[in-house]
C-alpha cells in the first residue's frame, strides 16, 4: 500500500486559493489518488479523484505531476465552510475501496 | 443527505446492553463498510461486505458482529462493548472501481 504523507494543519483566510501536498513516493501502476472532506461528526465526503496530469471538478483541482509522486488538491477561493479534514488516499481501486486506508489528514482553517 | 443514511445518530450504551445500528443505502451499490473513528484517530475499517457476503474483517473484536441481509442494508450488533468503543461508527457503500465511498452521518455511539 502507498503511503501517504500530508500536513497535519493549514491555516488561510476567506477567499485564497488554497493548496493541501500529498507525498506518495511509493505510489504503484494502478494506484489512483483520491481526496476526501470530513466536517466534524460527519462521514467523509469525496472531493475528486485521479491518475495522472490535472482533473477539475466544480469543488476543486488535482494537480498530479508526471512522476506521481505527489499531488496537490486545489480548492479555489476559500470561505469558511471549507473548514474540515482533508484526507489523500492512494491505492488500487480495480476491485473496490477497501484497500484504501485513511490517514490523519490535513485540518483546513480558514480564517475570516 | 448522502444517500447513505444510519440510524440512530447517537447511542448511549451500558456495558452489559445489546444494540444495533442501522445502515441503509439506496444508490445501487453493491459494497457496503463500516468504519471506526475514534477521537484524534484515522478512520479503521471494520467490516466489508460485497454483493451481501463478507469480504473482509479487520481483526474486529467479536462483541461488534455485522449483518447484511441484502445489498441496501447493513447492520452492525453490539453486545458486552467497553468504554473504549465509544467512537463515530460510519456506514459507507460504493460501487467497485468508481468514485470512492458514499459515507453516511455516522452514529456517534458512547459507552458508559
Known sequence: LAKTTQPISMDSYEGQEVN?????????????????QQFP??????IIQG????VTNEVASLFIPADRKSSTLSLP?????DTAVYYCLVGDISFGNEKLTFGTGTRLTIIP | ETGVTQTPRHLVMGMTNKKSLKCEQHLGHNAMYWYKQSAKKPLELMFVY???????NNSVPSRFSPECPNSSHLFLHLHTLQPEDSALYLCASSQPANYGYTFGSGTRLTVV
Open chain 1, 41 to 46: 461528526s460527519q462521514g467523509p465526503r469525496f
Open chain 1, 77 to 81: 477561493r476559500v470561505s469558511l465552510s
Open chain 1, 51 to 54: 491518475y495522472k496530469t490535472k
Open chain 1, 20 to 36: 493541501i501536498t500529498c507525498s506518495h513516493n511509493n505510489i504503484a501502476t494502478n494506484d489512483y489518488i483520491t481526496w476526501y
Open chain 2, 50 to 56: 460485497n454483493f451481501k457476503e463478507q469480504t473482509e
